[in-house]
Every structure is written in structure tokens, then in C-alpha cells.
């Protein structure tokens, strides 16, 4: 049995210098003070953190959007907050759309989190996707996050790491393959100034090659939608943010997932448990579920 667990969008925040506010991050940071600093709060993150760690996750998965600007103060500290999980071998992150939120931003993500987006390979560090196997899982990292225009959030993953995610479902081929990715493969019509704008291509190499199991986050929502596989469905999961208080805009309260994973190739089980801080309390289960997959 491999626990995996995963959470997301923490979106950590410190007071920028006034020089810092020029272009895009000005209007982020002025949407941060009017709204999103009543959302995200770091007293929730750290009980969601204490919480999942009682969980005796084998693995921890982050899906971005940890820092909120991408300012360097705040990759220092999602880099604290990192360390607090666990060692980086045990510990996987991937950058979101905040975490490169203006083009200067992203040579951050490989200077402060480089070894917890290092794949086995002793590849550069911070270069994706990245592949990490651990027991019988194979966890491919991909990047969505780019620079974008004001009021865009979308994501791309582009042709080259597309091609090498193919590579790597193949050779992986026979493990339990989790890919894991900001961005949804899938978004409804009103997230279409933050979709994943090659999400089309990445859905064509998934059917084409396979996966058990694909998560995500970026959306602030839990969900779930099968994805065509090459025999069968591949669930593709969203988490919820990890920081948010409840009950905010058709956002959900912060949680994380766990995923227990047995069995082996064509006979995979994988269960899902969800944990949730509901109102302005405890943190409980709100959902467990085997999930189904092509099994390829
Ligand atoms: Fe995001």
C-alpha cells in the first residue's frame, strides 16, 4: 500500500515592496487586499498541514500556486513551508500560474524549490516534466504555469513537454502512472480565461498512452471527470485550496486528498479519502471513494 497525498494552491502571501507593484502584480496584489487576504489564510494552512501530516503519507504532492505574486519573500517562504512537509525526496512540487505570475518570476521556482522538482535522472533541476518512481508508483511532474496578461490565468503545457510526457507514460508503462499538473485537463466555459489552453493535446496523449490517475488543482474546487484512456476511464482529480476559509464564491474550504494506492499492473485499487476544514472548525472527512481506471 502507497499513501499519496495532495494539496494545492496555498497561494502565500507578504507585503510586497512598492517597487515590486509594477504591471500585473499591482493589480494582484490590489484584488489580494480587496478579497483574496480574506480567503487565504495561513492559520488554515498550518491545521491543514498538522492535519494531513497525522496521515503518514508516503509521498506528498503539491500542485502550485503556492506563492501568490510569485515574489521572492514568497517562494522563500513557501520554501519554509516545504520544508516543513519533508525531506525533498519525499516531497514533490510543481509551479502554478501565480508562481510565475510575471516573467521575471521564473527562474525562482528551480533557485528555491529546485530538489523538490528534481526527477530521479540528476536532470537539471526545475526542467519538466520530471519523473519520480517511488515503490510502484511512477509520479510525472508536469509545468502549466506561464507568464500571462492581466485578468488571464491561463496554462500551457507545450509541445515538447507533451512529447516527453509521452515518453515517459510509455516508459513507465505497467506502474501505477500519477501525472500530476496545475491546471485542469478539463474547464468548464466560465474558467475559460484560465484554462489550460493546450488541454486538448494534453487529453490526446493521456488517451493515447494511458495513466492511472491524473490530479490537479487551480480551480479552488474538488472535482472529478474521467478522462478517455486507451482502455478504459482515467480519473483526474481536483483539489480544493489548501489555505481557504469556507464558503466563498463557489470556492470550496480548504482540504487535501489522500490516495491509497494497491495492487499491481491490471489490478490496481486506489482509494480516495478527502479531508476538509468545515466552517470555522474541526477538519473531518467529507468524502471517500474507490476510484476506477483503465488499468493499461
Ligand atoms: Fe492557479
Given at each position: ?8 494552491d496555498l497561494h502565500l502571501s ?11 502584480r499591482?493589480?494582484g496584489?490590489?484584488?489580494w487586499?480587496?478579497?483574496r487576504?480574506?480567503?487565504h ?23 502550485g500556486d503556492l506563492t501568490n505574486l510569485a515574489l521572492?519573500?514568497e517562494?522563500?517562504?513557501a ?16 509551479p502554478g500560474n501565480h508562481d510565475v505570475y510575471v516573467?521575471?518570476a ?39 504555469g ?7 490565468a ?28 496545475h ?34 488543482g487551480h ?78
Open positions: 500500500m502507497f499513501v499519496l497525498a495532495h494539496l494545492s507578504v507585503t510586497p515592496q512598492f517597487t515590486e507593484l509594477i504591471g500585473k499591482g493589480l496584489y490590489m484584488n487586499l480587496r478579497k487576504k480574506y480567503i489564510r495561513p492559520e488554515i494552512l498550518d491545521a491543514i498541514t498538522r492535519d494531513m501530516r497525522l496521515c503518514g503519507a508516503d509521498h506528498i504532492a503539491v500542485g521572492k519573500a517562494y522563500r517562504r520554501r519554509g513551508w516545504l520544508e516543513t512537509l519533508g525531506a525533498p525526496a519525499d516531497v514533490t512540487a510543481i516573467p521575471q521564473q527562474p525562482y521556482a528551480a533557485e528555491f524549490w529546485g530538489d523538490y522538482m528534481a526527477g530521479d535522472d540528476g536532470a537539471e533541476r526545475g526542467v519538466f516534466p520530471f519523473l519520480r518512481r517511488r515503490a510502484n508508483i511512477a509520479l510525472i511532474a508536469l509545468c502549466s506561464v507568464p500571462t496578461g492581466p485578468f488571464l491561463t496554462g500551457r503545457l507545450g509541445a515538447g513537454q507533451l512529447a516527453r510526457l509521452a515518453q515517459m507514460l510509455e516508459q513507465t508503462r505497467g506502474q501505477f502512472r500519477v501525472v500530476l499538473i491546471h485542469p485537463p478539463v474547464s468548464p466555459p466560465r474558467r475559460y480565461l484560465r484554462r489550460l489552453t493546450d488541454a486538448a493535446q494534453f487529453r490526446g496523449v493521456l488517451a493515447e498512452k494511458g495513466a492511472e490517475l491524473v490530479l490537479h480551480d479552488h474546487r474538488r472535482s472529478l471527470v474521467e478522462l478517455a484512456g486507451p482502455r478504459g476511464m482515467i480519473p483526474a482529480v481536483g483539489v480544493q485550496s489548501a489555505s481557504a476559509r469556507a464558503g466563498h464564491g463557489g470556492e470550496d474550504a480548504a482540504g487535501y486528498h489522500i490516495f491509497r494506492i494497491d495492487g499491481e499492473r491490471g489490478r490496481w485499487r486506489c482509494e480516495m479519502l478527502a479531508r476538509s476544514r468545515a466552517g470555522e472548525g474541526a477538519i473531518r472527512d467529507i468524502d471517500r471513494q474507490t476510484l476506477y481506471f483503465s488499468g493499461a
